[in-house]
């Protein structure tokens, strides 16, 4: 099994930046991918970027140009850099694990705030 653990999130201004971590362990051998989600109130949980064992990255059009997703894979750790934050990026946020398309496991949840 992979357990993840998110950290990072908080309170932050508009036009802020905040970095959030997602560390992986267990049976991290299976991973080929990662990625970040996010899950405002009243919404469904959406992408917001991807990357591969390769590093190939994917993101939602309303993150492209302000997050950048990057992993370290001597630490099993994927990062999340939010800059230039907006109110409407308030969400918590989960990382999850995934071996082709299956999901092996998603993390607890960081909670991000942007509000003045």
């Known amino acids: 099994q992979v357990q993840l653990v998110e950290s990072g999130g908080g309170l932050v201004q508009p036009g802020g930046s905040l970095r959030l971590s997602c560390a992986a362990s267990g049976s991290i051998f299976s991973i080929n991918g990662m990625g970040w989600y996010r899950q405002a109130p009243g919404k469904q949980r959406e992408l917001v970027a991807t990357?591969?064992?390769?590093?190939?990255?994917n993101y939602a059009d309303s993150v492209k140009g302000r997050f950048t997703i990057s992993r370290d894979n001597a630490k099993n750790t994927v990062y999340l850099q939010m800059n230039s934050l907006k109110p409407e990026d308030t969400a918590v946020y989960y990382c999850?694990?995934?071996?082709?398309?299956?999901?092996?496991?998603w993390g607890q949840g960081t909670r991000v705030t942007v509000s003045s």
């Open positions: 999850n694990a995934v071996a082709g398309s299956l999901i092996l496991s």
């Open positions: 990357i591969t064992s390769g590093g190939s990255t």
